[in-house]
């Protein structure tokens, strides 16, 4: 009568194990997520020295996915819009481009507890439009303003893009998403003229080819 018991009270003690075990397998990843963010985009551009360039305020949004992941480390990536630029003055004339982006960033990120992540990775673009607002202090056009009559900007841009993006997000409450990242282009914004074919005059806003994206963005978002 007592083996009965006996298998009883272990049965018991087994299934009690179990359910304790559950919550810490649970409690090891942490569950996927998607959401939405949108924010500003304060643009310049680097190694312009040949203009007085200065920043440009512009906005983002778009969406983001995060598949589980351990609790500590974690992965994001992004599908974003992004209108951005840059003002810039010459002894002749000031202007303004402006450029629009599909942006795909992929993050890594290294969690701080509940409250807040680091993230790090990379990000590529993809020029979407682009056109210059431009006005010359003498009489008359700036017969530099845009070389092409037609589709001037896109043709002299490049359209792909790429370069790093570092954040910093928290987490005050619920799903909400507050957070800053800084990207820094790798690519040129202009396409170098060929050898083979002679280039038009460089307009006033594009007097260094190699001039690359810088762009500093502020966002909002929600996680679901």
């Known amino acids: ?104 960033p992929m993050l890594y990120g290294i969690n701080i507890g509940k409250l807040a992540r680091l993230e790090a990775g990379l990000q590529t673009a993809i020029l979407l439009n682009a056109k210059v607002d431009s006005t010359t202090s003498q009489s008359g056009t700036d017969p530099n303003a845009n070389p092409y009559a037609s589709g001037g900007m896109m043709k002299m841009m490049n359209r792909f893009n790429y370069g790093f993006a570092g954040a910093l997000e928290i987490y005050p409450y619920k799903g909400i998403v507050l957070g800053g990242r800084y990207n820094i282009s790798l690519g040129e914004i202009y396409k170098t003229p060929t050898p083979s074919v002679t280039p038009p005059p460089s307009p006033s806003y594009m007097q260094d080819v190699d001039a690359k994206n810088n762009l500093v963005q502020l966002y909002l978002g929600y996680r679901f």
């Open 1 to 104: 009568m007592l083996l009965p018991l006996l298998a009883l009270s272990q049965s018991d003690t087994s299934a009690k194990s179990a359910k304790a075990a559950k919550p810490a397998t649970k409690s090891s990843k942490t569950e996927r997520s998607f959401g939405v963010i949108a924010g500003l985009n304060f643009a310049n551009v680097t190694k312009a020295s040949s203009i007085s360039n200065s920043n440009e305020t512009g906005f983002m949004v778009g969406v983001f996915f995060a598949p589980p992941s351990k609790s500590l480390l974690s992965f994001r990536m992004e599908f974003l819009y992004s209108k951005q630029g840059y003002d810039y003055k010459t002894n002749t004339n000031t202007g303004t481009v402006d450029k629009h982006y599909i942006m795909m």
